[in-house]
């Protein structure tokens, strides 16, 4: 399922983007509101999340887009080609693609600005940004296997990046998208902060997320297949248990979506 939130205006509250807002809601769990979070159903403190995060990925890189499918059964993949439809990038667009995983929407980004017309043969640019190395480097495999080392008329850059802290100039990107990315974030609040900060005026933030299932129903069946299968599929795929264990509790920790907004 698919919802857009309405366009906010810059002199709202609730700053998220320089432009709009729109808001991919696929489905989730219950949401629970903590000040301490939770890794190997343990509490630990925000500020200490995220280096067991970092580590926890780190081990499981390479086999993160399987988990995701997992996670997903599969539909990950429409959900990603449905957001860049949605963003539409037409040339000369700056994107930030941010906890870019292992490059899933950064391809469909060069691949859609492959099939699009530039006459003017306008320079459009891309920035993959994410915490962990080893992410990063198994997304630089992944482009010499898809021929888009070197794409016509697009800048790439990949980045090791903190969302929470950016070290990007002000005003610099025209678009800033973060998929199944922003509930691993400790402090969510700084990185949409960052995002609006980085956005120049008319940009836009996409956000592709796990979120809330309103109906109880499919919510309980829901519930049993994170708690009950995705874990030990994480064991199976990856020889570890946290990995998938650590992403339904995130998914159950994400403010429901009118609260996000």
């Known amino acids: 399922m698919i919802q857009k939130l309405p366009v906010l205006g810059r002199n709202l509250s609730v700053n998220l983007c320089k432009s709009g807002v729109q808001y991919f809601n ?6 629970k509101t903590e000040k301490l979070t939770h890794v190997d ?3 630990v403190h925000k500020d ?19 988990i995701n499918d997992v996670f ?25 693609d941010m906890a870019s995983g292992t490059g899933d929407i950064a391809f469909r980004y060069l691949k859609y600005l492959n099939n699009r017309k530039n006459h003017d043969k306008r320079q459009s640019h891309l920035t993959i940004g994410g ?11 992944r482009v010499e296997k898809m021929g888009l080392t070197n794409p016509t008329n697009c800048t790439v850059n990949w980045v090791l990046a903190n969302a929470e802290n950016l070290q990007f100039d002000d005003n610099t990107f025209s678009a ?12 969510m609040d700084r990185v949409l902060k960052e995002a609006y900060r980085v956005l120049a005026p008319g940009g836009r933030f996409l956000c592709l997320e796990f979120s809330q299932i309103p109906n109880e129903t ?3 069946i829901y519930d049993f297949y994170s708690f009950e299968v995705i874990p030990p599929m994480a064991q199976i795929l990856t020889g ?7 992403l339904v509790e995130s998914i159950r920790r994400f403010p429901p979506q009118e609260q996000f907004k």
């Open 176 to 187: 800033y998208t973060i998929s199944f990315g922003i509930r691993l974030c400790t402090h």
């Open 48 to 66: 200490l999340e995220a280096e067991k995060v970092y580590k926890l990925f780190e081990e499981v890189a390479h086999s993160y887009d399987l």
């Open 218 to 220: 499919l919510r309980k």
């Open 26 to 31: 696929n489905s989730s769990n219950e949401q």
């Open 41 to 43: 159903s343990k509490s």
């Open 131 to 141: 915490i962990n190395q080893h992410m990063l480097d198994v997304g630089k495999t």
């Open 240 to 246: 570890q248990w946290q990995p998938g264990q650590y």
């Open 72 to 96: 997903s059964m599969g539909i990950q993949r429409f959900w990603k080609d449905e957001l860049m439809e949605e963003l539409g990038p037409t040339p000369g667009t700056k994107l930030l």
